[in-house]
């Protein structure tokens, strides 16, 4: 009896030494939809034996309730925009990287390494960056483009005709833009005109939709689509004869980040995936499948030579990029409701 006890609790010890190493080698990734091939995520695993799980989500607010309602302890890292890392962080969702944990920090580029966000990337690493406009089908209109009345104060000719992001800084920064207002601002005149104007604009708008802004463009269902730059580039590549816009008023640049997630289940395979990433010729893989810029060091003898006289990728001179500002919790309150009463 004593040596049956003894066997069976060392195979016991064995099936669950076995049971937890397993667990280990996976890897559990939140992610925006049709934004990293496949091929990358099949290399990494193949390098390294870690199994990869990705959910996906279509705008970073999605992604911040999500994490909220139950998905922290879920996933081991997520690819939030720059403003959502600073949110992210105030709110204690996000792990400190230590000093030397990731051997590849060095490949960031400079300008990427010490942001606002996050300051000596403590809790991140850059993915991609890029510009939130839209982009009009010439086959339908002819005139200038390069201004938000397109979006909020639309020609007859497309009037009914436009696919908004489901996302709500993008838009409110695009809004205010037009408006000529200050992000976050606490003038009552100016909320109020802000949220007047995005009720009178919303009758122009035929939908609110991010998982498939390109294949509207691409299908004819629209004829103005507010979309990510490399979105619309694949779009006009598989076709659609649209055109993307630099509105002078201004557009949304953004970076996204790979965040480390507080009690992430798989940490040091987070790590891992990180540094993965932090390799040129990974992150080319990622830039030449999305179509957008790296922030990494060494990536140009990687990258799809088309990239580099891309309409999308390449802005007019005098063009204005705006960062979404975090905006204090009364003045997000007022923006949640002016989100709120937007897509009633």
Known sequence: MKN??????????????ASVASAEEELVVYHWFEY??????DKFTAETGIKVTMDTYDSNEAMLASLKAGGMGTY??????????????????????AEGE?????????????????????HSIPYQWGSTSFMVNRDVYKGDINTLAILFDPPAELSGKINMLDSQGEVMLLASLYLGIPQCSTDRAQLKALNDMLLKA???????NSDTAKEVLVSGDVAVGMIWNGFGAKAREEGANVEYAYPREGFNVWMDNVVLLKDAPH?????????????????AAVTNYARYAAGVKGVEPYLDPV?????????????KGVFIEVCDEAVQKVYDQIWTNVKK
């Open 202 to 208: 919303k009758q122009h708008w035929a939908s609110f």
């Open 76 to 97: 081991d890292v997520a690819v939030p925009g720059d403003y959502m890392v600073k949110i992210m962080t105030n709110e204690g969702m996000l792990d400190t990287i």
């Open 267 to 283: 940490r040091a395979n987070a790590l891992k995936f990180m540094d993965f990433l932090l390799e040129p010729e990974n992150m």
């Open 4 to 17: 049956w006890i003894t066997t069976t609790a060392t195979a016991l010890a064995i099936a669950l030494g």
């Open 307 to 319: 990239l580099a006289t891309m309409p999308e990728q390449n802005p007019p001179e005098g063009a």
């Open 102 to 122: 990731l051997k590849n920090k060095g490949n960031i580029m400079e300008q990427w390494l010490d942001v606002p966000f996050d300051p000596g990337r403590k």
């Open 36 to 41: 990293i091939p496949q091929e990358l995520l």
